[in-house]
């Protein structure tokens, strides 16, 4: 015994030194200090020039001076105070770095001018003249400092535009982040396009005018603005509806808003405050990080700008994280890239080249710190969203032309995003769109559904699917000829459950013809990043309405069917898998050791299972074989002592007694969870412990079984199975959800069934497999009286089989007339075992079925030996003692009663009552 307890002993003390060797070497080492200080700049800005403006700004210096500069833009409703993080993370990598609030926000002065050439630009633009007046900042001129520009969202596009109005071209380096390239397109997408779907042409969309308003993200986007009425620059006695706009950008999004479309004034204004404006003057080496969870600025934002900016023939690298402004704010791996990235063209020392490639990171299902495990895939180019060089594999869709209906005034409307939530709510993390993406909702009547067949090996969709719809009015229709409809891509499990990843949608204008006939219209779906498993299908759902946008209000019926090749143009970007993030970092020989130890901790065990795992060839065709069971807990009773009994093929064998009988604690010995002080249990002859194979030959439901309570029963079950290893064809799934007699109920989430419903979900559990034994603990709690019945045949039909069936209960009739055979425990010992029949009928108590039961109960009583007579309807019962059953038929007939039936008394409960009592 000692010696089998050393390995584990051990390799325990040898884990724990490897553990404080790791952490020796990964020990958090002192980080440099950052010193800042607090500025407010004068600027000058405007159209004239002539407008004087205050920016609130810090400025972190690190430790060796002089130092490459860094200007960090905020986001739209941020200040320096949002930027600390990121400026503290520079200045320790050797960069100086200056945070400032914009104007219009925090305590800087002036109005919103949205990235306006004029304004903002103008504003940052200044800012790097005070950055080539500081010593600490490295110079390569005069009043031309060595200086990078960042960005996230709205400062992203500050930092390409800086970049591309830079005049005296003292800009070196760009790092945007989930940015617009176009607002106009942002934020009135347009999906449709005539371009041909081949891949010649990229399918720009129409945008603009044209597009349909993201009414939620704009009111969101205003809202921020307004909320800071009464600020610096602005007269807090005399507010307007405007907030802290200019009043041309604050006219612009009251048209908009007001009548949901954009005229070409407000399309102009939107498009020179974006970096589609001067993106062919850009020059300087551009990291472009795009979120793949971002209902604002999605993926087709940032692939517009790599593609204008590869036409001018500079360094440009294209990031996709799993986050955005749905799914959180780049984390610890984007710094690190942006780091690099400026490490390599200001310090331009020997830093690694970061290199011109595009990479994507893939979530997975495991989670590390809160937070799901990527694996990142690189390629050597940036393939673009719809461009020629995408590689694209064709699903095949079904399903017919189908009306759908836009209802009056645009409401009730279809759900597929939360626009905002993950920010305001959330603090930016991916619940908000993980959670939208699962809550999706598409109104029957608005929408048409085309599905495809469950694929046959899995699909890793990277960029924006194609495909091309049809489009008609429906005959004699008089509505306009104007249409709004939005689609999005689904993947859908094997249990009908579905995802819409990103929460992403894609709406689109059509102008149908006076005739009436359809126009067959191509449509990008939006950018994702989705691994689809094998099985599981592509659903296409195009709706009239969707609550984040702004929705036509006249009631209209269409027509919409798939056309052409009826299929879906899924973008594959083939790579190499790095490595994942969201594991802590670790050196490569720290992992070798633990990996090495995780090996042999396997090999240990799976030899002491191997060694103790002897069979008893004499037993392997019995079911099961208990002999001398005991268990003991200190400072306890003997919960089971010295059971033995043995159970053979065919039974249905109940295991009876009262409380603290030792039932439970004796089924938790046979499944293995519990180890017995001595005795032990034999399954098919192989010894019973922790892990042993031959569990996997047992099919349990002891004290209650657990279920997800989001998914549904069926689902459940197939999870259950699937973490057994074994073939899914070898599940009878199909039998066990006949067992369970659920019904159509077995679609539906568990967390809505009732405990008896929940009861027979986990006996189905039990029989997954059509395990040899089958062991229940009290399966008919919480079953009604048909139910219980139901039950009765189950078990012994499945016991007529071959198969094995030991069930305990408190239910002594249920017993009855289910089981052949009983078990008897009292405190924990064996008191009967046998035939169900041999232990009701012992004692010589009999039944006899008469027709005058006064004169027949007086005629019992006057025999010899006879006692404890009763009247019960037309029964008598008696114990004869040593008389016998017939002689007590012949003593009735000769007395001129009429015996119609004489046997023996069938009573569970009673022979159970004498049986415990003879034992106290």
């Not at 081949?198 to 969309?205: A, Q």
């Not at 593609?307 to 360094?315: E, S």
């Not at 080249?353 to 989670?367: A, C, D, H, L, M």
Request: aromatic residues 4%; proline residues 7%.
């Amino acid at each position: 015994m000692t010696r089998q307890k050393w390995p584990a002993f051990g390799v325990v003390v040898l884990l724990l030194l490897v553990a404080a060797g790791v952490w020796w070497v990964n020990r958090p080492s002192p980080e440099p200090t950052v010193a800042s200080r607090d500025v407010l700049i004068d600027v000058v800005d405007g159209p004239n020039h002539d407008q004087p403006v205050e920016l609130d700004a810090t400025f972190y210096v690190p430790q060796v001076t002089p130092a490459p500069a860094v200007l960090v833009s905020p986001g739209f409703g941020q200040t320096k105070t949002n930027l600390a993080d990121d400026a503290t993370d520079l200045a320790r990598r050797g960069f100086a770095v200056l945070t400032y609030s914009a104007r219009g926000f925090g305590r800087s002065t002036g109005q919103i001018a949205l990235n306006s050439p004029d304004y903002e630009v103008q504003d940052a633009d200044q800012l790097i003249s005070w950055l080539a007046r500081q010593p600490e900042v490295l110079q390569d001129g005069p009043d031309n400092p060595r200086v990078g520009v960042m960005g996230g969202s709205y400062g992203g596009a500050l930092a390409l535009m800086l970049a591309g109005l830079d005049k005296k071209k003292r800009v070196d380096a760009v790092a945007s982040l989930i940015t617009y390239n176009d607002l106009s397109h942002a934020l009135l997408p347009n999906a449709a396009s005539t371009t041909p779907l081949d891949g010649s042409t990229p399918g720009t969309g129409v945008g603009g005018a044209d597009g349909v308003f993201k009414k939620v993200w704009a009111g969101n986007l205003f809202g921020t603005a307004l909320s800071n009425i009464g600020g610096p620059g602005i007269n807090p006695k005399a507010p307007t509806s405007c907030g802290r706009f200019l009043k041309d950008v604050c006219d612009a999004y009251t048209k908009v808003a007001t009548t949901g479309r954009a005229d070409q004034a407000t399309v102009d204004l939107l498009r020179r405050n974006s970096p589609v404006s001067v993106a062919d003057q850009i020059s300087v080496p551009t990291l472009l990080v795009q979120g793949e969870q971002d209902t604002l600025f999605g993926l087709d934002q940032a692939d517009a700008t790599a593609k204008q900016l590869a036409r001018n023939n500079i360094p440009v690298k294209v990031d996709w994280y799993p986050g955005g402004h749905d799914g959180g704010a780049p984390g610890d791996d984007v710094r690190g890239d942006v780091a690099a990235w400026f490490a390599f063209y200001l310090m331009k020392g020997d830093a690694p080249n970061p290199g011109t490639g595009f990479s994507y990171e893939v979530q997975g299902t495991i989670r590390a710190r809160g937070a799901p495990i990527t694996r990142t895939i690189t390629a050597l180019d940036y393939p673009g969203l719809r461009g020629d060089r995408t590689t694209r594999q064709r699903v095949s869709l079904s399903g017919p032309p189908q009306p759908v209906v836009t209802p009056p005034g645009g409401s009730p409307a279809s759900i597929s995003s939360l626009p905002g939530v993950g920010t305001a709510l959330l603090g930016g993390s991916s619940t908000a769109s993980s959670l939208a993406g699962s809550l999706a909702i598409d109104l029957p009547g608005q929408s048409a559904v085309f599905t495809s067949a469950p694929l046959d090996a899995p699909l890793m969709i990277a960029g924006s699917t194609l495909t091309t719809l049809r489009i008609g009015a429906v005959p004699n229709a008089t509505d306009s000829g104007d249409t709004e409809l939005f689609a999005k891509l689904y993947d859908v499990g094997p249990d009908g459950r579905r995802t819409l990843p990103g929460a992403a949608v894609a709406p689109f204008r059509v102008q149908l013809p006076t005739n009436g006939t359809a126009v067959d219209v191509n449509v990008s779906l939006p950018g994702i990043v989705r691994p689809v498993a094998a099985g599981h299908r592509l659903q296409l759902v195009v709706t009239t309405t969707d609550q984040a946008y702004a929705n036509a209000t006249t009631p209209s019926v269409r027509t919409v069917a798939l056309s052409g090749a009826m299929s879906l143009q899924v973008p594959v970007v083939t790579g190499s898998s790095a490595s994942g993030s969201g594991i802590p970092a670790t050196p490569v020989i720290g992992i070798a050791i633990i990996l090495g130890l995780a090996v042999l901790v396997a090999t240990v065990a799976a030899l002491r299972r191997r060694g103790s795992d002897d069979a008893d060839p004499e037993l392997a065709d019995v079911p099961m074989v208990i002999t001398g069971l005991t268990k003991s807990y200190p400072g306890r009773l003997t919960a089971v002592k010295e059971l033995s009994f043995r159970v053979e093929h065919g039974q249905v064998l109940g295991l009876l007694g009262p409380n603290g009988a030792g039932k439970t604690t004796t089924l938790r010995m046979l499944m293995g969870l519990v180890r017995p002080t001595a005795g032990e249990i034999r399954v098919f002859g192989h010894k019973v412990q922790a892990g042993a194979p031959v569990l996997s030959r047992i099919g349990s439901f002891v004290e209650g079984a657990g279920f997800l309570p989001h998914l549904s029963g069926t689902a459940n079950l197939s999870l259950y199975w699937a973490s057994t290893g074994r073939p899914l064809d070898e599940a009878h799934l199909a039998e066990a959800l006949e067992i369970a007699g659920l019904g159509d109920a077995v679609r539906r989430r568990v967390g809505t069934y009732s405990q008896g419903m929940r009861q027979r979900l986990a006996i189905a559990q039990a029989m997954l497999g059509l395990p040899d034994l089958l062991v229940l603990d009290e399966p008919t709690n919480g079953l009604d009286p048909p139910q219980i019945h139901q039950m009765r045949d189950v078990l012994k039909r499945y016991a007529a089989t071959g198969r094995t069936v030991v069930v305990s209960s408190h239910l002594l009739s249920e017993v009855e007339q289910s089981c052949s055979h009983v078990v008897v425990m009292h405190k924990g010992r064996l008191v009967a075992a046998g035939e169900v029949n041999d232990i009701v009928a012992g004692g010589g108590e009999a039944t006899f079925r008469v027709d005058r039961v006064t004169d027949a109960a007086r005629v019992l009583r006057d025999l010899n030996g006879t006692s404890g007579v009763t009247a019960e309807g037309r029964l008598v019962h008696a114990d004869l003692g040593t008389t016998s059953r017939s002689a007590a038929v012949t003593a009735l007939v000769n007395a001129g009663i009429a015996v119609e039936q004489a046997g023996p008394r069938r009573r569970l409960e009673d022979a159970f009552l004498r049986l415990v009592e003879s034992n106290d």
